[in-house]
């Protein structure tokens, strides 16, 4: 898995104006790294993974997967969007195997698979219930573990612990590592957490406002496995203060 | 168990205002002397039920047979007509609005016509229960295939979901609660329908029975069909909330 964006450009047509959303965004993400992408709000990140899923097609420039363009083709990616966009009318363990049902695998084995990740996912004994018994966190998490089940080696996660509190969110962050550790799966991940972006990454993204472009790119220099006391190591500190830099210049 | 009990509990006064009610009307018929033409005792009802239990059945079945028919025939029609409105951009461009705007037509004046056209067997009127199911369906089947949530499509969209997936999988779920608006709406004229119909011509049927009742005078008989009719009424809108809680069970319950 290789996946790289080459002078990206694309606009929405607002009436007759077209309102320019991506410029020129210049990318890549090898086989198994955690790349994220941080920027402000509205500059255009969402956008960005809509042309990489093959919902929006670039005005600009390709989309290269294993060297092939992929421009305006769907499929290839396993996308969690900014929203959870659990079906009301799915139970939970119905919504999290939408992904094998689409690509007509085997359903039988993906749900064993799903009824394992339950209790991980702390959705245990929510298997039969419909969504609207569930907590805001535990909603993105079932989001999050259906397009884990999902399985195509490119991860585009958006915002995914967007709702959940802070201890949660910690636990999610361990997790994700740990799952993406094992999996081998290459994760593309949007946040707009400077801490969250360096826990989690390989290298990070800084966009630039709408119309918007990369502004700098971040190597993340801390070894693997990640633990809780790196974020108070120089090292750490020093990036963190380099992308704050970086956003609020 | 526990939950039939309390069914029957909550209904409890509702039952108690109807008891009172009809004991009121007793009173009055008695204490006033009314003319038996003019407004007949309950009791006098009951009896004139009792009476009539021979005929009843066959007038019965012929109009519940036309609502049924003519309600599930509308209905089919609608589901079809709407998921090709729901195909087709162009044609739900030209045939929406003349659907909406056609919904003010009051269905049943046009019974008159279909009689002359399919004469006075039982077609004109399930026709006519047709109609009247047919376009609060269709216009509430395709606004529920149009307001579906964008993003649940994308959603399917991005996992390689063909089209026939999304209407499958999204789109058709979320039009099943406006399906069920419309055809409550269905079950509750379709009944009315039938009956209208039958004045206009018919050998058997509750309307014909209204209409003779009526013509002799017999006002304890037209109160009998003014009872079964809202019966059925009653029935067959009941029979499409049961429905209904089957069909979509996650309107009405937290798990499956
Ligand atoms: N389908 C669309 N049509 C028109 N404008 C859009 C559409 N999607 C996004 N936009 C606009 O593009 C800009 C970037 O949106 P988005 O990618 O969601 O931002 P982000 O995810 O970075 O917060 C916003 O100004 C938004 O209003
Ligand atoms: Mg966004």
Redesign the interface.
């Known amino acids: 898995m290789h996946l790289k964006l080459v002078d990206i450009h694309h606009s929405f047509v607002e009436g007759i104006e077209h309102a320019k959303v991506v410029n020129g965004v210049n990318l890549s993400l090898e086989k198994g790294e955690f790349v994220s992408i941080i920027g402000p709000s509205g500059c255009g990140k969402s956008t960005l993974f809509n042309l990489v899923a093959g919902l929006e097609i670039p005005m600009e420039g390709e989309i290269l997967l294993n060297g092939q363009s992929v421009n305006g083709q769907r499929g290839h990616v396993s996308y969690m969007m900014q929203k959870d966009l659990l079906f009301p009318w799915k139970t939970v363990l119905e919504n999290v195997l939408l992904g094998a049902t689409v690509s007509k695998e085997n359903v039988r084995e993906a749900r064993e698979e799903a009824l394992s990740l339950f209790p991980l996912f702390g959705l245990e004994g929510y298997e039969n219930n419909y969504p609207t018994v569930l907590s805001g966190g535990m909603k993105q998490r079932a989001a999050l573990l259906r397009t884990f089940l999902h399985k195509k080696e490119l991860l585009l996660l958006d915002e995914p612990f967007g709702a959940l509190d802070a201890l949660t969110r910690e636990k999610m962050h361990e997790w994700l590592l740990d799952i993406w550790s094992q999996m081998q799966r290459s994760v593309l991940f949007i946040t707009h957490s400077i801490d969250e972006a360096i826990f989690l990454s390989d290298r990070i993204y800084v966009l630039t406002p709408r119309p918007t472009a990369v502004l700098q790119e971040f190597n993340v220099e801390l070894a693997r496995p990640r633990t809780k006391e790196m974020t108070l190591s120089d090292e750490y500190l020093e990036l963190k203060q380099k992308l704050m830099k970086a956003l609020y210049r | 168990m526990k939950k039939i009990h309390e069914g029957v509990l909550a209904s409890l006064p509702a039952v108690a205002t109807v008891a009172l009610f009809l004991l009121f009307w007793e009173a009055a018929v008695w204490i006033w002397q009314f003319e038996k033409w003019l407004l007949p005792a309950p009791t006098d009802i009951a009896k004139a039920f009792v009476e009539t239990l021979p005929l009843l059945p066959d007038h019965v079945w012929m109009t519940t047979l036309e609502a049924v028919l003519g309600f599930l025939l509308g209905l089919t029609v609608a589901l079809l007509l709407a998921f090709l409105l729901d195909f087709s951009p162009v044609m739900r461009k030209s045939f929406y609005p003349l659907l909406l705007f056609s919904q003010t037509i009051p269905i049943v004046a046009i019974a008159p016509l279909l009689i002359i056209w399919f004469g006075y067997g039982i077609l004109p009127k399930v026709l006519v229960v047709a109609l009247v199911t047919f376009f609060p369906v269709v216009v509430s089947v395709v606004e529920g295939l149009q307001a579906s949530?964008r993003?649940?499509i994308?959603?399917?969209?991005?996992?390689?979901?063909s089209r026939w997936?999304v209407f499958r999988?999204?789109r058709f779920?979320?039009a099943?609660p406006y399906l069920f608006t419309g055809l409550r709406i269905g079950a509750t004229y379709s009944v009315l329908a039938a009956v209208i119909s039958e004045w206009v011509g018919a050998s058997k049927g509750l309307g014909i029975f209204l209409v003779r009742a009526q013509n002799s005078f017999a006002t304890d008989k037209v109160f009998v069909a003014i009872a079964i009719i809202s019966l059925l009424s009653c029935l067959l809108f009941l029979i499409v909330i049961l429905i209904s809680r089957i069909v979509?069970p996650?309107k009405y319950?937290?798990?499956?």
């Open positions: 949530d993003d649940m994308r959603l399917v969209r991005s996992m390689g979901g997936q999988l999204v779920p979320n099943l979509m996650w319950k937290n798990s499956k």
